[in-house]
């Protein structure tokens, strides 16, 4: 028989392989941590590649940034799921696998021939995932969805509105990622559910349906009591003043919340309005935006450097604001060993690396993204060692 590839990588989900039908980011991600987790990670491909292959800098054609690091420590293969060898070779690697996942729509996945019925008959235990945009059961079950489309129905441009006065996405692709981490948490309770019952089942993550559960968790406020009690929005959170305070020669970021670090701070800086009508917390919450604007006034009065001083003596939660090229150079990301570098084809790459720390099995990123189809040969040499030895 020969050697798995996957075989010997360590952490939790070591022995576990996923067959990876997804594309762009949401998907990507989910698998991306279960490869740093241990996974053998089985990328199947179409033969013009994943999109995101083509939709940034990278170092090689096919090999663009975000393509890198969500797909990092994965294998591809290329099939062509519209010819009848290439379905049979899928149907080869379901065999050997634990978990199915992929982000087609319902109707395009059915029309392969590779739904959830189609595939748990080959093999009954598998953990089959959908990543959709829309869950199935309901009317927008069948249109297409992005990052973009999906942070505008889920309110989030809503609420930057009521805080800025402009509906604006924020600069980062939440919709997917929030969604790709819950596509992740719901297959592996589903492997979870295996491991003490031996039964396979379907598991199904929707943008929108995660999104709506993200945006509600504090927003959802008033609005879900019956009677309702006020608007479906935390106001502190959409406060137009709740900002970074700009500072003599920069900003920071600091939340004087409590009444503990409440009196601290008026006890140290002895603001004149700052008096008993704003003592506790919900005096404070009732006017929050007057107190937000009125910290503002404060903060402009001192450098960063005094700020974060004497903030951090009186242990309130502050911060310098920052770059994103600045993390690379961060002394706590560096000091615990947040950083990885992975040596590739095109040289070494320097990945943010696994975020959660496990003391007997702790992660790793186990190889750079693949080239387009890079590992077919190898994959499809396990297959025949595999039935060889059937």
């Known amino acids: 028989m020969v050697e798995r590839q996957g075989a010997g990588r360590a952490g939790p989900l070591a022995g576990i392989r996923v067959i990876d039908l997804t594309a762009m980011v949401m998907g990507p991600y989910c698998t991306q941590i279960m490869a740093d987790m241990g996974a053998d990670v089985i990328k199947v491909e179409t033969p013009a590649g994943d999109n995101t292959r083509y939709i940034s800098v ?8 975000v393509f890198a690091n969500v797909n ?33 729509r319902a109707r395009a996945v059915g029309r392969l021939g590779f739904d959830y019925a189609a595939v748990s008959a080959i093999r009954p235990d598998i953990v089959y995932a959908n990543c959709y945009g829309y869950g199935r059961r309901g009317p927008s079950a069948d249109l297409p969805a992005y990052d973009d489309t999906i942070q505008a129905e889920c309110g989030l441009p809503h609420v930057q509105q009521l805080m800025t006065g402009q509906a604006d996405f924020v600069g980062t692709i939440m919709a997917d990622k929030v969604a790709g981490l819950t596509a992740l948490y719901a297959t592996t309770m589903a492997l979870f559910h295996r491991a003490r019952t031996g039964e396979g089942q379907e598991v199904e993550v929707g943008m929108f349906e995660t999104m709506a559960s993200f945006m509600l968790v504090e927003h959802a406020n008033g609005a879900m009591f019956d009677p309702p009690l006020g608007a479906a929005h935390y106001p502190r959170a959409v406060a137009p003043n709740r900002r970074p305070y700009a500072t003599k020669d920069g900003h920071v970021a600091a939340l004087i919340y409590n009444d503990k670090h409440w009196a601290a701070f008026v006890e140290a800086v002895r603001p004149p309005w700052a008096g008993p009508n704003l003592a506790t917390l919900p005096q404070r919450a009732a006017r929050i935006d007057e107190v937000y604007g009125r910290l503002a006034e404060v903060f402009a009065g001192r450098t960063t450097a005094e700020w974060l001083d004497l903030l951090r003596s009186l242990h309130i939660p502050c911060a310098a ?5 600045e993390l690379f150079d961060d002394p706590h990301l560096n000091a615990v060993g947040f950083f990885e570098t992975v040596e590739s084809r095109h040289g070494p790459v320097r990945f943010p690396g696994v975020p959660a720390w496990l003391s007997r099995t ?18 499809l040499a396990e297959l025949r060692g595999d039935a060889a030895a059937a």
């Open 72 to 104: 990092r420590g994965k294998r591809s293969i290329v099939l062509d799921l519209r010819t009848e060898a290439d379905k049979a070779t899928l149907r080869a690697l379901i065999a050997t696998a634990d978990v199915f996942i992929h982000s087609m």
């Open 321 to 325: 604001l920052r770059t994103t090229d």
């Open 362 to 379: 702790p992660g790793r990123i186990a190889a750079a993204a693949p080239m387009l189809g890079e590992h077919g040969a190898e994959i």
């Open 58 to 65: 990278g170092p090689a054609p096919g090999m663009a940034g």
